[in-house]
């Protein structure tokens, strides 16, 4: 094999995020598809590596689609597989001419593999490929100029250093493979972070000995000991980021404390580490997803005691969390590494090795509280000894560097010396205090925050945590970004993130100052309300995860029925079970939020709670939510899920402001309230799975109503008459079915078999079209949540059709799939130029060309058949007036502009929209009725049978970076439809 060495062009020229893929792989298909290439690509993967290897069996004579070529330019890497009959190929040959051309303008490493063929041979294009390249001149006389360029190509790519895989290679292929996947990786490592990591080198160069990566015999458990917030999992991540590519698999698992208090935790923790290791995600056995932390310990052992792999296990403070994760050296195999970071030095008592980061330099605390304070590496003039002060009462601690310089930033000289003299009085742990002083800076509404934070709400969904505590009157779009500037928490895969120290302080703050307001552990609830003290003081109730898992949880618990009455200032109520004995009798007037998970009793005494903003319960045994009237003039927020008696939902006239209302599988519910028809205020109705429901409101007037939700309701009898005041407007909004069915509508006006489609864009198509309307056939009935359609869509400006083959999507594209699933989407033509917003009105006109549309699923199926309409606004002014005989919707889903985030580093005609999606699936941030364009509607659809339709959202491929369509959600249906021309039209009366 020859060494390798880097192409001429560094990637350090292309700009960040312009990769889309890590690798494009360019092969011969019958040379290597089903061998070495597949094996490559299945190594890249289990690696993390996103590659893209094309699948398509290639048309004789066809060119190579502007698809492929795109794919080329977002790779950051090309490995070009040189085989027999490479060359044989125009295909392979028109995109090493491209790979070429991106290794020199764009700075591509290319790596070409030689399998069974000699380098000198493809660089001096001898034999088989001197005979290939006689081919295709007598072939492509005309295009001599074409040829050249394949070989000019070939020569370069041949130059560069790479592997040889030999046809007596002796089994040397997995090691060739391995080499590669590890320069890849190597090559696709985030770059500049360490940069940015103050201190980190020299750490990490005074931890590396400890692994003695020359033993490749041993296996080695290194432990990192320190206290909070100097450093111990920055630590860990860059040396897992370092040494990951040594191993044959590795897994870095956080907060292992925080995440392994329950058998089901634990068993999770033991799903990811062998997910990550192995590279796949559904591996384990029915039993260990039954929750056996026994035999999920049995199963790390089998997989791993003979394979090389690296572990972190981070903060961990319990042995028997080891017990299940990394118990022996046995486990794994030789030369694996096991690095442990706790606070606790007798959990580490069996390891190899135990490393004690030191608090920072004095030029690296400079530097690190520098760039919070300052916004740069050094102070400015006039701060240099307030600086040093501020350093001192720091104690050189990374995290309380961070919050101080933090809470500093842009403040006066006087505030400084304030805030100083009075660090300079305490006695007690100054890096306490230190934090604490960030915690005094804030204000009133932002120290609640904070502290609900700190309590109850480290890791959860931000957008989620948002509504609660607006329904507080906190102000949490601005409080929670004032704690982020601060230091105080982060947000990451949109979670609410807390430092342990920070949340530590936190509840001291809560116990010194606010004492008995926020009650979030069971023995503290147990003790202080069985204790028979004043519960006045008690803001809210919510018991962090891990305390329902405790076995006496229902033992200490079980309060009177009364234990509320006496709460006047509660208003937050999150719990689950029998946290009361009996039914409760009384909730308080004050309470904002209420959460019951498995509620055992018939009923809820909600009376005249007149600030009850959020009710949210799962499961249990309610039978009616209350009876009669109530009046509830702030609820906004009903999401009930799994109530599998509730039979009815009551009156909800007394709650004019319901903006949201979910019912979710419940299986016994019949009926809903005629109260809920006339229900103006109404934006979000989803009423899925309650296959027993049999009657709606007689009549719907429900003018704000954007989303209608009706499937898995297989019992409904009638659809409700709708009333004049919901007019039907979609022009600015997106619609989507999913029925079962296998046969395209036959007004579609472009129908293919397999799953791409083209609409060519009439002149001056802007003032004419309304949308465009898509329709795929999916082989098969059975669609999980995790597999959802997708629409992948590009304007083409040169007029070229996609010319990729769709053999494999069509094998049997002839045939009536009787178990097949069709999916119709309606795009409106405001969704492009929303998306298109850098362009002028008089922009549009001139824009021409072709639509070119991909449908698939979320796993990479494709449609076997498609078609595409054209909707245009005369088509529609024809079918103004008609009968609302209607069975079945269209969910309605409102862009404003202040929902949509765009990104426009993609270069050419194409833009990447995404938008916000609803984590909880309950209710977003803010109603959207407010920024609501004067187009109030629901779309409906005349039919004879239900369908169901399929809320969609917006999402961003990484590996495209072309448009996406995706739902949120894909529900069956047990019926089929035929959806005619007047039908369809219907959706969209003006």
């Known amino acids: 094999m020859a060494s390798l060495k880097s192409s001429p062009s560094s990637s350090s020229s292309v700009p960040p995020g312009r990769w889309k893929n890590d690798v494009f792989l360019s092969f011969r298909g019958e040379d290597t598809r089903n061998n070495f290439v597949d094996h490559l690509y299945s190594a890249l993967l289990q690696k993390g590596i996103h590659a893209f290897k094309d699948d398509e069996k290639l048309d004789k004579g066809k060119p190579v689609s502007t698809e492929l070529l795109k794919a080329i330019e977002e790779s950051r890497f090309s490995v070009v597989v040189i085989s027999k009959t490479y060359a044989d190929s125009s295909w392979c040959l028109d995109e090493l001419v491209k790979i070429m051309e991106c290794q020199v303008h764009m700075g591509q490493m290319v790596l070409p593999v030689f399998y069974h063929v000699d380098p000198s041979h493809v660089?001096?294009?001898?034999?088989?490929?001197?005979?290939?390249f006689q081919q295709h001149e007598d072939t492509f006389k005309g295009e001599m100029e074409k040829v050249n360029k394949w070989r000019k190509a070939l020569a370069a790519a041949a130059n560069l250093s790479g592997w040889?895989?030999?046809?007596?290679?002796?089994?040397?292929?997995?090691?060739?493979?391995?080499?590669?996947?590890?320069?890849?990786?190597?090559?696709?490592?985030?770059?500049?972070?360490?940069?940015?990591?103050?201190?980190?080198?020299?750490?990490?160069?005074e931890l590396y000995p400890l692994l003695d990566v020359e033993a490749t015999e041993e296996v080695l458990m290194i432990g990192i000991l320190g206290m909070g917030g100097i450093g111990k999992t920055t630590i860990a991540q860059a040396l897992f980021r370092k040494i990951a590519c040594d191993f044959e698999g590795s897994s870095f698992v956080q907060d292992v404390r925080k995440?392994?208090?329950?058998?089901?935790?634990?068993?999770?923790?033991?799903?990811?580490?062998?997910?990550?290791?192995?590279?796949?995600?559904?591996?384990?056995?029915?039993?260990?997803?039954?929750?056996?932390?026994?035999?999920?310990?049995?199963?790390?052992q089998r997989r791993f005691c003979n394979k090389?792999?690296?572990?972190?296990?981070?903060?961990?403070?319990?042995?028997?969390?080891?017990?299940?994760?990394?118990?022996?050296?046995?486990?794994?195999?030789?030369?694996?590494?096991?690095?442990?970071?706790?606070?606790?030095?007798?959990?580490?008592?069996?390891?190899?090795?135990?490393?004690?980061?030191?608090?920072?330099?004095?030029?690296?605390?400079?530097?690190?509280?520098?760039?919070?304070?300052?916004?740069k590496s050094g102070p400015l003039d006039g701060y240099e000894e307030l600086l040093y002060r501020a350093i001192h009462y720091a104690s050189c601690l990374p995290l309380a560097l961070k919050v101080l310089g933090s809470f500093f930033r842009g403040r006066q000289v006087g505030v400084w010396e304030d805030a100083l003299n009075r660090l300079g009085k305490t006695s007690d742990d100054k890096i306490l205090e230190t934090l604490k002083l960030s915690f005094d800076g804030?204000?009133?509404?932002?120290?609640?925050?904070?502290?609900?934070?700190?309590?109850?709400?480290?890791?959860?969904?931000?957008?989620?945590?948002?509504?609660?505590?607006d329904s507080f009157g906190f102000h949490p779009v601005i409080g929670i970004s004032i704690l982020i500037e601060r230091s105080l928490i982060t947000v990451s895969n949109k979670k609410l993130h807390m430092h342990d120290?920070?949340?530590?302080?936190?509840?001291?703050?809560?116990?010194?100052?606010?004492?008995?307001?926020?009650?979030?552990?069971?023995?503290?609830?147990?003790?202080?309300?069985?204790?028979?003290k004043s519960p006045k003081s008690i803001e809210a109730i919510m018991l962090m995860d891990n305390e329902y898992h405790t076995i006496d949880y229902d033992a200490k618990l079980c309060l009177s029925a009364d234990v509320f009455a006496s709460m006047k200032k509660l208003r937050l109520l999150d719990i689950d079970r029998n946290f009361t004995s009996t039914q409760p009798t009384f909730l308080p007037d004050e309470l904002r939020w209420l959460c019951w998970n498995e509620y055992p009793f018939l009923s809820l005494p909600i009376a005249d709670m007149c600030k009850l903003v959020g009710l949210e319960m799962?499961?249990?045994?309610?039978?009616?939510?209350?009876?009669?009237?109530k009046i509830l003039p702030h609820l906004k927020f009903i999401h009930l899920k799994s109530l599998y008696n509730l039979r009815s939902l009551p009156d909800v006239s007394g709650a004019p402001n319901m903006e949201r209302l979910i019912l979710s599988d419940c299986d016994s519910l019949e009926e809903v309230h005629k109260s809920l028809g006339s229900h103006r205020g109404l934006v979000y109705l989803d009423i899925n799975g309650c296959s027993e429901l049999r009657r709606l409101p007689s009549s719907i007037e429900m003018e704000s109503l954007e989303t209608l939700i009706l499937s898995g309701c297989e019992c409904l009898e009638m659809f409700p008459e709708v009333s004049p005041c919901m007019k039907c407007a979609a022009v600015n909004h997106r619609l989507s079915i999913n029925v079962p069915g296998s046969k395209i509508p036959s007004w579609f006006t472009e129908e293919k078999h397999g799953c791409r489609v083209t609409l060519k864009l009439p002149h001056k198509w802007d003032a004419q079209v309304m949308g465009f309307v898509l329709c795929g056939v999916f082989h098969g009935n059975q669609w999980s949540e995790a597999t959802v359609p997708r629409i992948v869509f590009r304007i083409v400006r040169d007029g070229k059709g996609i010319p990729m083959s769709e053999v494999n999507c069509m094998k049997n594209a002839n045939k009536t799939y009787e178990n097949g699933n069709m999916w119709i989407s309606y795009i409106p033509i405001g969704f492009f130029q929303q998306m298109y917003h850098d362009l002028q009105p008089e922009d549009w006109s001139h824009i021409e060309g072709n639509l070119?549309?991909?449908?698939?699923?979320?796993?990479?199926?494709?449609?076997?058949?498609?078609?595409?309409?054209?909707?245009?606004?005369?088509?529609?002014?024809?079918?103004?007036?008609?009968?609302?005989?209607?069975?079945?919707?269209?969910?309605?889903?409102?862009?404003?502009?202040?929902?949509?985030?765009?990104?426009?580093?993609?270069?050419?005609?194409?833009?990447?929209?995404?938008?916000?999606?609803?984590?909880?699936?309950?209710?977003?941030?803010?109603?959207?009725?407010?920024?609501?364009?004067?187009?109030?509607?629901?779309?409906?659809?005349?039919?004879?049978?239900?369908?169901?339709?399929?809320?969609?959202?917006?999402?961003?491929?990484?590996?495209?970076?072309?448009?996406?369509?995706?739902?949120?959600?894909?529900?069956?249906?047990?019926?089929?439809?035929?959806?005619?021309?007047?039908?369809?039209?219907?959706?969209?009366?003006?």
């Open 123 to 132: 660089r001096g294009q001898k034999r088989d490929f001197d005979t290939a």
């Open 164 to 205: 040889h895989v030999t046809e007596t290679g002796n089994g040397g292929e997995s090691a060739i493979i391995k080499e590669i996947v590890k320069h890849i990786l190597e090559g696709t490592q985030p770059s500049g972070m360490e940069k940015d990591l103050i201190g980190i080198k020299s750490r990490l160069d």
């Open 259 to 300: 995440n392994s208090s329950s058998k089901e935790d634990k068993c999770a923790l033991q799903q990811k580490i062998i997910g990550e290791i192995l590279g796949s995600r559904n591996i384990l056995t029915s039993k260990l997803s039954r929750v056996d932390p026994v035999y999920g310990a049995q199963m790390i």
């Open 308 to 375: 090389k792999i690296l572990l972190v296990l981070d903060d961990v403070d319990d042995v028997e969390q080891l017990e299940f994760l990394a118990a022996t050296r046995e486990w794994f195999g030789p030369g694996s590494r096991i690095i442990i970071t706790t606070r606790d030095k007798h959990l580490l008592s069996d390891t190899d090795a135990i490393y004690k980061p030191d608090f920072l330099l004095m030029n690296e605390a400079v530097e690190l509280f520098s760039r919070h304070a300052f916004g």
């Open 442 to 469: 804030l204000k009133g509404s932002e120290k609640q925050i904070f502290l609900d934070i700190a309590c109850f709400f480290k890791g959860k969904d931000e957008e989620h945590v948002t509504r609660v505590l």
């Open 501 to 532: 120290l920070i949340q530590e302080m936190g509840w001291e703050i809560v116990r010194e100052s606010f004492p008995n307001s926020r009650l979030f552990q069971l023995e503290h609830v147990h003790d202080f309300i069985k204790g028979n």
């Open 618 to 629: 799962a499961k249990g045994d309610i039978k009616h939510l209350w009876k009669g009237r």
């Open 852 to 990: 070119h549309m991909t449908i698939m699923l979320s796993n990479g199926r494709r449609a076997v058949r498609c078609g595409a309409h054209i909707v245009y606004k005369r088509d529609v002014e024809l079918h103004q007036q008609f009968t609302t005989c209607i069975s079945d919707y269209g969910p309605v889903v409102h862009v404003s502009d202040e929902d949509l985030g765009y990104d426009n580093v993609i270069s050419g005609n194409t833009y990447v929209y995404e938008e916000k999606s609803d984590e909880k699936m309950l209710m977003p941030l803010r109603s959207r009725t407010s920024a609501r364009r004067s187009t109030k509607s629901i779309c409906y659809m005349q039919a004879s049978t239900m369908a169901s339709p399929e809320l969609f959202t917006m999402a961003n491929e990484p590996d495209t970076g072309e448009h996406i369509l995706e739902p949120s959600t894909i529900m069956n249906t047990d019926c089929s439809m035929e959806f005619s021309d007047e039908m369809f039209m219907g959706l969209f009366t003006l």
